[in-house]
């Protein structure tokens, strides 16, 4: 099972909105209603930012959003703040028992 | 409420180790439980997971047949045995809690809840 591509980084300035993509196959994120998001920041565990494609924990900003579409899916940030700044994963189930997760994406606030 | 892994090391190549992931505030009764891997500098990869009764288990292709996944619902502990260590091991190792209903909605796959993480390095 390969991993979901995402682009390696992303920026944008405060309050401004970012798109990071996470692109599979129609097997995984193509076929799969169990899309989700993760931020890490450095030498810390991730943290569930969105499930299920586009929903969102309690707790996490509405500044985060998540869509689908084909076979990629996206993370949306909108009004950029400095704490956004960290490492983005994305997962999806890819069939036969499996997950797999993206390359990740480091996002920068300018 | 929290996961807290132990069991990382050094270990050389083709050696065998064992990792645990304590629960404690909660449950894992309730709960499938994941391991979830990062090799230094690289991103996240699922390793294993097992379902809340330990009657169903899955592997990633790259550890199927070496790792093996366990919980002790009555020690509220989760386990990876992983043997015929190799280099590419070599990665920081996470518990993760999956919650079919965060926040009320349900889904698969979404890990709510993480251990600091404990480091496996494979090398001679």
């Known amino acids: 099972q390969s991993a979901l591509t995402q682009p390696p980084s992303a920026s944008g300035s405060p309050g401004q909105s970012v798109t990071i993509s996470c692109t599979g196959t129609?097997?995984?994120?193509?076929?799969?209603?169990?899309v989700s998001w993760y931020q890490q920041y450095p030498g810390k565990a991730p943290k569930l930012m969105i499930f299920g494609v586009n929903k969102r924990p309690s707790g996490v900003p509405d500044r985060f959003s998540g869509s689908k579409s084909g076979n990629t899916a996206s993370l949306t940030v909108s009004g950029l703040q400095a704490e956004d700044e960290a490492d983005y994963y994305c997962?999806?189930?890819?069939?036969?028992?499996?997950?797999?997760f993206g390359g990740g994406t480091k996002l920068t606030v300018l | 409420v929290q996961l807290v892994e132990s069991g990382g090391g050094v270990v050389q190549p083709g050696r065998s180790l064992r990792l645990s992931c304590a629960a404690s505030?909660?449950?894992?009764?309730?709960?499938?439980m994941n391991w979830v891997r990062q090799a230094p500098g690289k991103g996240l990869e699922w390793v294993a997971v097992?379902?809340?009764?330990?009657?169903?288990?899955y592997y990633a292709d790259s550890v199927k047949g070496r790792f093996t996944i366990s919980r002790d619902n009555s020690k509220n502990t989760l386990y990876l045995q992983m043997n015929g260590l190799r280099a590419e091991d070599t990665a920081v190792y996470y518990c993760?809690?999956?919650?079919?209903?965060?926040?009320?909605?349900?889904?698969?796959?979404?890990?709510?809840?993480w251990g600091q993480g404990t480091m496996v390095t494979v090398s001679a």
């Open positions: 505030g909660f449950s894992i009764t309730t709960f499938a």
């Open positions: 097992v379902s809340h009764d330990g009657r169903l288990i």
């Open positions: 129609s097997t995984d994120v193509g076929d799969s209603k169990y």
């Open positions: 997962c999806s189930y890819g069939g036969r028992a499996n997950w797999v």
């Open positions: 993760a809690r999956e919650n079919y209903f965060v926040s009320g909605t349900y889904s698969l796959g979404a890990y709510d809840m």
